[in-house]
Structure formats: structure tokens, C-alpha cells
């Protein structure tokens, strides 16, 4: 019994699952408005967006660097496709091609520059960062741009059936293909190798600079696509789009046990880490607590996740070790 | 004790090649990062102040020299943590804590200036404690751990000050902000300066500082030659704290108040001249070695071009994105030119 119990403990997204099953419980039964169709709505809107902007992330965990850049990606090309739809009517699904296009040969120019040069990701992706955000302010002086279609605006605010919301779609799409992506296909498997030992995994002949790059292209298409799915949320695009991702986008991974140095993430987790967040979010809402409580909650989050990892990685080394 | 665990000394390998020492000498000046900043701070003030009428105005000058302070500061606390190899994502949010503890001590409580500034340096450096402390303790790398703190700091000194600003401290508070001395230095560059010194002093001759860049350069070595290293990376995390908040306070004697977003979303619009003026400046990012003097003339370029940029109209938030681009283009030349030192055999 207790050694069916550990092992399962030894999956990374039971314990997130475990931690939402009770939040989920709890808060419910504090504040029966919790389940309303509404809110439920609400929510899963608030967690598709974020899941995809944490997968964003997680390709970049998994390759053992770090993306500061994510935020400047999502931002540059939720304006970049707004302003094609208002100022020149391009239809919105060739919109969303070319939204798609920027954000991936923007991460693609980035794991460039770092694979390349061999500088650590932080400085190049901080250096992205600036260079992206300054674009974006300079072509919306900080202005946004309102000329949504309606179609866009419908995407982000119509529900596919009951309470799910058409945000889930894409969202569910991303998550199976990283997870398809991650463990069925050559270059995830390339990329988790990278993150594990880029020695060894250079010495067992993969292109270490090619998977660096593929990893940014991907990780800037995802901030596309989340970018593209807050326009539709928000009905607007605000050039402040992107700003708030930082913290967040390493908090979900780094609950789903994602660890930091590379080499293994979890993608069940990471969505767990998503709706963990999310409820949080939502519950200083519904009793009426500080918004700012948010930022000592998420931050408390991400040192209570890593504390957690450090002591499973502890037991397994111990684990092993017996053996 | 100290001789012994020191940095690869340089000079120590050019006693063996004593042909090629003198020249070796001049020609690692010529390709320092000093150097280099100082030639293009040269080029870019007389470009600017040729063109630009009114570039070099007292006021003018004035104002450039107490950006060149604050940036400066903020930037020397983010190398105190980078000698160890880690980096402090707080650094901001540590400034504008520090700064909102002063304005508390100074406005609410009626605290003399005297004892409030050294109390907020001392919360800096507390905070900067806790950092350390739990990195240290944790094993966890810096980066996540300062992430959370930011997170932690900025919220909770938002939701004790209902994000409202202190803005009728003492009136020394501007005046300390706006006093010139020869009439076109801020007190505030002057204040920078004497720190530079200090920390220039404090890296070159005490066992402390040359312990930080020793465990630095290689913690394992450190630790087998004796240094505890856990408590020497606390120590930086400390002084980093310390150099933040005196940073903040300089922000809030520029501004005349504690203001809590003057340094953006949880203090992020520090990162940039954070790591700016320190990676310019010649400060390696994988630790083990820094330059006062390279931050401090990092710091200068960058404010003398946004200065510059700014008055030719160039857009605001173009500045950010030449900002990014400079911090791209100085890493790029770092790379390039370590490998032409390599080259020559000079490291």
C-alpha cells in the first residue's frame, strides 16, 4: 500500500493535483459562488492563457536556461496583430499566421544569438527583452490599439459548451503537442538531453546549437499564440500585454516540479502549478483580500515548490543510494 | 591566508615571460573594458556636445552627473552579487523597500535624517540577508530564489503602504538632492564616487573582499583553502542589499519623495541598469571578477547616450529598445575580444 503511494508520489503532477482537489474543496465550500457557471468560466479563461504562457517557459526550463523575454514576445505580437487588422485589414486567421511568424522568428533570432555566442541565455534573453519591449512602445507610444474584429472578440468570449470557453481550445491543442513534443518526438528528446548534460549530449552528437534555437523558436511561438488568445480575451490590444508574465511563467513549471538546471519538466504539473495559481488568484478575489497579496502569495509559492523538489530530489538520491 | 587564496595572479605569470611583459602590459590596457568605455564616452560627449546646443549647460551637466550616481549604485549593488556568480532579480524591489522604510521612519515617525538613512541601509542589507541566507541554505540557484523575493518584498511593502507614497518628508531631503557642489556636481555623484573608492578598497585589500572573489572564482577551491563559503555568498547578498537601498534613498532625494512604483512593476525597471553598467564595465557574469571603475564608466555611458538621445527627440521608448541593443553589442564585444586575448596568449 504505502510503496503504491509513494510511487505515485513519485509522479510530479499528483501532489499539485492533490493541492487543487483541496483548494478546490475548501474555498467551494467557504463561498459556494466558487463553482457558479460564471466563475468557472471566468477561471478556465484566466488558465488557458496561462498554461500557454508557462509552456512558453517550460521548453526553456527543460533546456536548463531561462527566457526573460517571454513577456516581450507575447506583448510585440499581441499589438503587431492587432495593428494589421486595424490598419490594413488583413483577415484575422492570415492576422494570426503572421502573429505566429513574429513570435517564432523572434525566439528563433534569440536562441541565435545565445547558441552562438555561447552567452548565458539570461543576458541575451534580458538584452531581447528591452530591444522587444522598446519596439513595442515605440510603434503604440504606450497607446492601444481598440479595432478588434468581432470574430476575435467572440473567440474570447463565447463558450464552446456550458462554462468552457473557447480559449480552452487552443490551449488544449499546445499542452498535448508539448507533451507530444517532449517525449515522443527528436527534438524534445533533444532538448531534455541539452538541459540534462550538454556534454554528454554534445558528445553523443546532438546539435547542441540547432536544439537551442529550436527551443527559443518554440518558446516564442507559444508567447505568440498566448498573446494572441489575451487580445481576444482582453477585447483590446494593450501594449502592456506581457509585462506580468515573468513571475508567473516560472511559478507553474517550477510547482509541477520542472527542474530548474534542465532535463525534466512535467507538463501535467506544470497545468496543475496553472490552476493552483488561478485559484489562488480567483479566491483573494472572491473574499475580497488584497490584489497585492497575489505577489507575496506567488512568490511564498515558487520557495514552498522549490523547497518541495529540493526534498524529493533529496529522497530519491537517498533512494538510490540504498540501492 | 589571504595570499593563498587569491584570484590567479597576473602578474605572478608575467615574471615568466619577462620579453613579452611590458608590451603584454600596454596592450591589455589598450584591450581592457576600461579603456574601451572611456575612448567611446569620449567620442560620444564631444559628438553630443558639439551638436546639441545646450548639452553641456551647467544644468545639464548637473543632471547627467546625478543619473551617472544613481545608475551607477544600482548597478554596483547588482556586482557585489554577480562576484559570487549568482545574481540578485531584487535588487529593485530591495531599493524601493528600503527607501519606503525611510520615508516611513522619516514622515511618519519624525525619525532624525541621521538615523533614518543608516536604518533603511541596514534593512537593505537585511533583506539582502534573507536572500542570501536562503540561497545558501536552499542550494537552489539565486536567480529563482531573488525571483520569489522580489515577488515577496514588493508585495508586501505594497500592501503595508496601500501603495501610497510619503511625499512630505523633511525638506533636507530635496535639498540633499538638489545640492551642487563647484556648482555643477550633484552631491549625489560625489556620494557614488566615495563609495567606488571604498568598494574599489574593500575588493582589493580585505580578507572579506578577496575571500568574495575567491569563492567567486572557484567556491570549491575557496572552500578546500578554508573560506566558508556559505557565509561569504550571505555577505554578498548583504552588501548588495545595503548598496540597493542607498540607491533607493538616492532615488528619493532626486525625487523629493518615497514614491513605491519608482522602480516599476516590482522593481524590474532596475534589472537593466542593473546588469548594464556592471556587464559594460568588464564584471564577468560567471563571477570571480569585478570593476568598480568599469561600473562606474558603464554607468556613464549609458546615461551620456539616453541623455543625448533625449535631447536630439529621439523617442522615449526607442532609448529602451538602444539600451537592449547596447547591452547586446557589449557582450558581443566582450566575447570577441577575450578571444583575441586568448589568441595572443595574454590569458
Known amino acids: 500500500m504505502s510503496a503504491t503511494v509513494n510511487r505515485l508520489f513519485d509522479n510530479d503532477w499528483v501532489g499539485p493535483a492533490l493541492v487543487c482537489l483541496i483548494a478546490i474543496a475548501g474555498i467551494s465550500w467557504l463561498q459556494p459562488s466558487f463553482l457558479s457557471s460564471f466563475n468557472i468560466f471566468v477561471l478556465l479563461s484566466a488558465i488557458a492563457v496561462n498554461m500557454v504562457v508557462a509552456l512558453g517557459q517550460l521548453v526553456i526550463i527543460a533546456l536548463g536556461q531561462m527566457n526573460l523575454a517571454l513577456g516581450a514576445f507575447g506583448g510585440l505580437v499581441a499589438i503587431s496583430f492587432v495593428a494589421i487588422m486595424e490598419l490594413y485589414g488583413v483577415p484575422p486567421m492570415a492576422a494570426v499566421a503572421i502573429g505566429l511568424a513574429i513570435g517564432t522568428a523572434a525566439g528563433a533570432a534569440t536562441g541565435f544569438v545565445i547558441a552562438r555566442t555561447g552567452i548565458s541565455a539570461f543576458i541575451i534573453t534580458l538584452a531581447a527583452l528591452q530591444i522587444f519591449k522598446g519596439i513595442n512602445l515605440g510603434i503604440t507610444e504606450a497607446q492601444p490599439f481598440y479595432g478588434v474584429p468581432q470574430v476575435v472578440k467572440d473567440f474570447g468570449n463565447l463558450a464552446v459548451i456550458g462554462p468552457i470557453p473557447w480559449l480552452v481550445v487552443p490551449m488544449v491543442i499546445v499542452s498535448v503537442g508539448m507533451w507530444y513534443l517532449l517525449n515522443r518526438l527528436r527534438i524534445g528528446r533533444y532538448i531534455l538531453a541539452v538541459g540534462g548534460n550538454p556534454t554528454a549530449a554534445e558528445l553523443s552528437g546532438i546539435n547542441v546549437t540547432g536544439t537551442t534555437i529550436w527551443a527559443f523558436a518554440i518558446s516564442g511561438g507559444l508567447a505568440a499564440i498566448a498573446g494572441m488568445m489575451l487580445v481576444a480575451r482582453l477585447q483590446i490590444g494593450q501594449p502592456t500585454i506581457g509585462d506580468d508574465w515573468l513571475i508567473s511563467s516560472f511559478a507553474a513549471p517550477v510547482i509541477g516540479g520542472a527542474v530548474l538546471a534542465g532535463g525534466h519538466v512535467s507538463v501535467a504539473g506544470t497545468f496543475f502549478g496553472v490552476v493552483i495559481i488561478a485559484i489562488i488568484t480567483q479566491a483573494l478575489v472572491l473574499f475580497a483580500i488584497d490584489p497585492f497579496v497575489v505577489q507575496i502569495v506567488l512568490g511564498a509559492l515558487i520557495l514552498w515548490a522549490v523547497g518541495i523538489n529540493r526534498f524529493r530530489e533529496i529522497r530519491v538520491a537517498r533512494h538510490n543510494e540504498a540501492r | ?347
Not at chain 2, 86 to 108: E, N, P, R, T, Y
Not at chain 2, 121 to 150: C, D, E, K, P
Open chain 2, 1 to 347: 591566508m589571504t595570499d593563498t587564496t587569491t584570484s590567479p595572479d597576473i602578474d605572478a605569470r608575467d615574471e615568466l615571460m619577462p620579453a613579452r611583459r611590458r608590451s603584454s602590459r600596454l596592450l591589455r590596457l589598450l584591450l581592457s573594458n576600461e579603456f574601451g568605455l572611456a575612448v567611446m564616452i569620449a567620442i560620444a560627449f564631444t559628438a553630443f556636445a558639439t551638436t546639441l546646443p545646450g548639452f553641456t549647460s551647467p544644468f545639464s551637466l548637473f543632471t547627467i552627473g546625478r543619473q551617472i550616481g544613481i545608475d551607477t549604485m544600482i548597478g554596483l549593488a547588482m556586482m557585489a552579487v554577480i562576484v559570487t556568480g549568482g545574481l540578485d532579480l531584487s535588487v529593485g524591489a530591495i531599493g524601493v523597500c528600503a527607501a519606503m522604510v525611510f520615508g516611513w521612519l522619516a514622515q511618519s515617525m519624525g525619525v532624525p535624517l541621521a538615523l533614518a538613512v543608516p536604518a533603511a541601509i541596514l534593512f537593505g542589507g537585511l533583506l539582502g540577508f534573507i536572500n542570501g541566507y536562503a540561497v545558501v541554505r536552499s542550494g537552489v540557484h539565486s536567480f529563482i530564489i531573488t525571483l520569489a523575493s522580489m515577488s515577496i518584498f514588493f508585495g508586501v511593502m505594497i500592501f503595508l503602504s496601500k501603495a501610497q507614497s510619503f511625499n512630505a518628508l523633511p525638506p533636507e531631503v530635496t535639498s540633499l538632492g538638489k545640492m551642487r557642489i563647484f556648482g555643477k556636481v550633484s552631491l549625489l555623484l560625489v556620494i557614488t564616487l566615495v563609495v567606488c573608492v571604498a568598494l574599489s578598497a574593500f575588493y582589493r585589500f580585505t580578507t572579506l573582499g578577496r575571500q568574495m572573489l575567491a569563492t567567486g572564482a572557484n567556491a570549491r577551491a575557496a572552500e578546500l583553502s578554508g573560506i566558508r563559503t556559505g557565509r561569504i555568498i550571505t555577505a554578498c547578498h548583504m552588501l548588495a542589499g545595503a548598496l540597493a537601498a542607498l540607491a533607493g534613498l538616492m532615488l528619493t532625494a532626486r525625487t523629493g519623495a518615497a514614491v513605491p512604483s519608482m522602480a516599476g512593476h516590482l522593481g524590474q525597471d532596475w534589472l537593466l541598469p542593473a546588469f548594464l553598467a556592471p556587464v559594460l564595465g568588464g564584471t564577468l557574469l560567471s563571477g570571480g571578477r569585478v570593476s568598480v571603475a568599469g561600473t562606474l564608466l558603464g554607468a556613464a555611458f549609458v546615461t551620456i547616450m539616453t541623455s543625448g538621445l533625449l535631447l536630439m527627440r529621439v523617442g522615449e521608448f526607442w532609448i529602451l529598445a538602444c539600451l537592449g541593443l547596447i547591452l547586446l553589442l557589449a557582450v558581443l564585444t566582450d566575447r570577441l575580444r577575450q578571444k583575441m586575448l586568448r589568441a595572443r596568449g595574454l590569458i
